[in-house]
């Protein structure tokens, strides 16, 4: 089965066909899931330019994130389910739009850059000067913060490109 | 007189029609290229200005003190908070006559309104003692209700200018 045939099966799904047909849904879960990207990007900003040595450089980068990384996952949660939503939604308008994939992959990146490079500053031994790959924490702190960039951008274009 | 000449109706229609506002209505990108700016400098303006509020509310962040937070955080809320004016201005005129109807888009103004009050009140308040409470937990219920108050303005605005784009006279 194409993606295409499973997105026009989807679309006719009772399911789908009420979240379009009660007016308010859509833009009350869009406005949830703007408020979870608020809380990505607040949470990305703070744990980020932490270990780029721009913000709070006399706080350890353990305080940081140990405040700041349980906030980003429960907003990376709320920020797919309520996308999950709106994909039910409108499926064609979503699957079928190569910025959606784009998005996706890049959310993905987040994710990865997340478990791999911030989740281990929660050990109680975690040293920054002594962390694998260490010359990388740095630019891969400015990479993480421009990944959360474009996925506002690529989830406002969705809506424009076709 | 004409209705469409009375003094606020006459200033959107010119809005409308100036440079700028005709050469965003007319560009095929420059809207969606602006609206992504507003989106991410919002998220900014909620995401940061949310930390120091729930610090305020008595929920800790990675700071200690709740004035060094502030002196972290508010930085980032202000320039983004600007830029989030400049973008929304830029979207306004591409359709002033439209926005200037749109009960939303009215309802969101009003509420940034409120939230700077609400602001301005914890500034001539609960701020000035902060020397008492920096570093404590719980907050003061001063500070607490300085908190809850601006993270529920700060949604609301989200909210309503979500709701902008799906009422008359713009859906």
Known sequence: ????????GLYNTP??????????????????HIVAIAGVVGAAIVMDLRL???LATDETPRVVVKRHLPWLWSSLALLLATGFVLGLG???RVLMNPVFWAKMALVLTGFALTLLFRYPILHPDYRLEHARAARLVKPLAWASLAIWVAVVFCGRWIAYYQ | MDPDAAPPNALMQALYDSAIGTAIRESATLFPWIES???????????TIAIVDLRLIGVA???RGARQLIVDMLPFTWVAFVLAVVTGTLLFLSNATGYYESIPFRFKLLT?????LNMGVFHLTAYRRIGEWDDRLPTPR???????SSLTLWLVIVFLGRWIGYSYPLA
């Open chain 1, 1 to 8: 089965m194409s993606v295409e045939s499973f997105a026009n």
């Open chain 2, 112 to 116: 940034i309104v409120i939230a700077g």
């Open chain 1, 90 to 92: 409108e499926p064609y």
């Open chain 2, 142 to 148: 001063a500070a607490k209700l300085a908190g809850f």
């Open chain 2, 37 to 47: 700016a507003h989106v991410l400098m919002i998220a900014v303006v909620l995401g």
């Open chain 1, 15 to 32: 399911v789908s066909t009420g979240i379009r047909e009660v007016t308010w849904i859509i833009p009350a879960v869009q406005s949830v």
């Open chain 2, 61 to 63: 962040a990675h700071r």
């Open chain 1, 52 to 54: 780029a040595g721009v």
